[in-house]
């Protein structure tokens, strides 16, 4: 059993709790505490480890737990708890992880933690981050992302040469993950962040950081991973120092404000399977993709907002991308047509071409994308018939083989990015220059969930088989010439007008032409010619 003093520290943190939690109920049945729910001790009886992640505790955490004097690691992430961490914790000289993360924990962050991990995320922390973590000297991972935290990164935090202590130059240099996401701070990064020579992760996105980038030398961090610096506000070009970096996998750079043309480098990481440049100021499309097809394991590759009213390139200059699944490249208004090489990626899950300026018909060879699932190619200057080709695509017409593209493959999430929600399987073909039918194959599309061909000129009727489409739950075919009646008692019916508006002869009692009551319609009875 644990003693009197070890048993006095864990009720009193139980008395911080609230009642709901349930962990009284939990703990009276062992009368040895050391055999309490998420007690770990070690051999003499004192409390080593305690592990209470996503049990609903709700109240605050008693800085009693400070009494606990051999404790190593204290976990009670994804909870409800209120309140500060108390000083007492952060201090304690033992314990050499805290895992607080995802509760509703506030105030200002302690300084002098002497922890191995500490991950402090999902928070509503505020204020700045000490600089005396600096002198963690032990610090392997810090998480404090998704909290309200400001100011600047402080030097001390990177700045091992600033430490006198000699020992702690060494272990600074175990830092391998620096996770400071989601927050409000600004500034420009250290260049001292280059003597973390062991980190692997840095994921800095959602903050206001700026500056030219190239201050950094990453050619100093050989074992990172994952950079992930997307929504910030830094500037200048992409640094080249980072295509030395021969580990990277992840590399997202989206939204912030980079200029220039890539340098060759790039294509030369081969482990990169994920890359997210969009939303900045890139220039010359031909060249990224030139160097580019050459990352053999290039999987996911996002590069829209960029390359402004440059030229798609031609056929023949663009070769590679063997493993692509997802490429976006809309809203650059580029011009040209849906160029012939991206059918060779015969990997492609999901393909974003909207909002550009690209003129043509949809291609024929599209049906041999056998694993395309979502195609968004709405407002551009697209014209013909929407082909029965597109409507061929094996992978649209089966749901078993969803299983190629698992967001769980993704290095990063992506969502947010290309705007998919959760909706994978969806056809936008909406302000183009599209004229004919409603192909009837449409109607074969059984799994569609996302089916926009509104703002083109389509012409007919509405095929009454769309019925058939029961996980449509986004659907418009609004501003056509489409005529007769919407059908009814399905699917199709079940949409509100904005789906349907801007088509003068098409009827329906969700339009309120024909087949409405009397009382619903807004022109004189007498027009009425059925139904009355
Ligand atoms: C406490 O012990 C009783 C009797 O052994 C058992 O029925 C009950 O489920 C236990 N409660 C908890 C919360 O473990
Ligand atoms: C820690 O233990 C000491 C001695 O038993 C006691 O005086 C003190 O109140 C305890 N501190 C907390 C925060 O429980
Ligand atoms: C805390 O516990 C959760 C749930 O078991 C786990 O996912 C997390 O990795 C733990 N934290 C640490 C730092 O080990
Ligand atoms: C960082 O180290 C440099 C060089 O040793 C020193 O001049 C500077 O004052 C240190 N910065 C901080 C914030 O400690
Ligand atoms: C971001 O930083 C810039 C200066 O670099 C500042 O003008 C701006 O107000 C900051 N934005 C926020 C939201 O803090
Ligand atoms: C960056 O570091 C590498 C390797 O240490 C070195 O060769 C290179 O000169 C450095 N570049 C700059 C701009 O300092
Ligand atoms: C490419 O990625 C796969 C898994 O995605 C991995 O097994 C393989 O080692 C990678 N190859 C290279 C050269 O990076
Ligand atoms: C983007 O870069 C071009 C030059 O390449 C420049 O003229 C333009 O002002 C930049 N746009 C923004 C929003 O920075
Ligand atoms: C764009 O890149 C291509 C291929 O690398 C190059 O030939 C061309 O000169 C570049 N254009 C500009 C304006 O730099
Ligand atoms: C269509 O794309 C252009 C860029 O080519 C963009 O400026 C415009 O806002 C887009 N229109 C809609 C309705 O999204
Ligand atoms: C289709 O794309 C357009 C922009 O190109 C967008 O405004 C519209 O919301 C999209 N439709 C659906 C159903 O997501």
Redesign the pocket.
Known sequence: SCTEQEKTSLLQFLAGLSPKSGLLELWQNATACCMWEGITCGTDGMVVDVSLASRSLQGHISPSLGNLTRLLSLNLSNNLLSGELPQELVSSGSITAIDVSSNRLEGELHDSPLFDVIDLSYNQFNGNIPPELGSCSMLRVLKVGHNNL?GTLPDELFNATSLDIPESIGHLKRLQELHLNHN?M??QLPSTLTNCTNLTTIDLKSN?F?GELAKVNFSKLPNLKTLDLMSN?FSGTIPESIYSCMNLTALRLSSNKFHGQLGEGLGNLKFLSFLSLGNNNLTNITNALQILGSSKNLTTLLIAHNFMYEDMPDDGIIKGFENLQVFALNSCSLSGEIPRWLSKLTNLGVLVLHDNQLTGSIPDWISSLNFLVFLKISNNSLIGEILTALMQMPMLRSKEATTHLDPRDFQLPIYLEIGMLQAIWGLNLSSNLLSGDIPQSICDLTSLQVLDLSSNNLTGTIPSALNHLHFLSEFNISNNELQGPIPVGGQISTFQSSSFDGNSRLCGPVLNRCGASVEQLPFPSSLQTDGA
Do not use: E, K
Request: proline content about 0%; charged content about 0%.
């Open positions: 400001s409000l600004s500034g206001n700026s506000t």
